[in-house]
């Protein structure tokens, strides 16, 4: 009897550590997003985690008739990360982010984690290269 119960514990063990890795260590999605950043602020009341906001162009409508920003929102795990996306509020910036599927408290509020900054681009400003030139 005493052997069963071992291995019934054993094997409640590895059902709940292989629960905790795919609810909150498996990646479910890796990608890129593009946007305005809205906001990006360093927040928290015992884990102090820096979260952010992307607009995206256009649109989307979850109920027919109505409109509705496109938002991203993310979280930063990296210093480095974070002090990049400090300088560029309001900018276009291109971001590489990993999808998990539970949220843990020192990772952030979102299922979103920001990995990378690939650009990031004045929102305003355009390529003079494209116009035409006069002579």
Known sequence: MKKIAWIIGLILIVV???????KYLFVFGEGVKAGSLNYFVKKG???????????????????????????????????????????SSGKHVE??????????????TSNFVVTEVLTINDAGKTDSSALPYDQ
């Open 45 to 87: 009341v015992i884990f102090k985690t820096y979260e952010g906001r992307v607009v995206q162009e256009g649109f989307q409508s979850p109920t027919a008739g109505g409109l509705q920003s496109n938002e991203f929102r993310f979280s930063v795990v990296d210093a480095s990360v974070a002090e990049e996306l400090e300088r």
């Open 16 to 22: 709940l550590a292989g629960f905790f890795w795919y």
């Open 95 to 108: 971001l590489r982010y990993k999808e998990y599927n539970g949220i843990l408290p020192w990772r952030g």
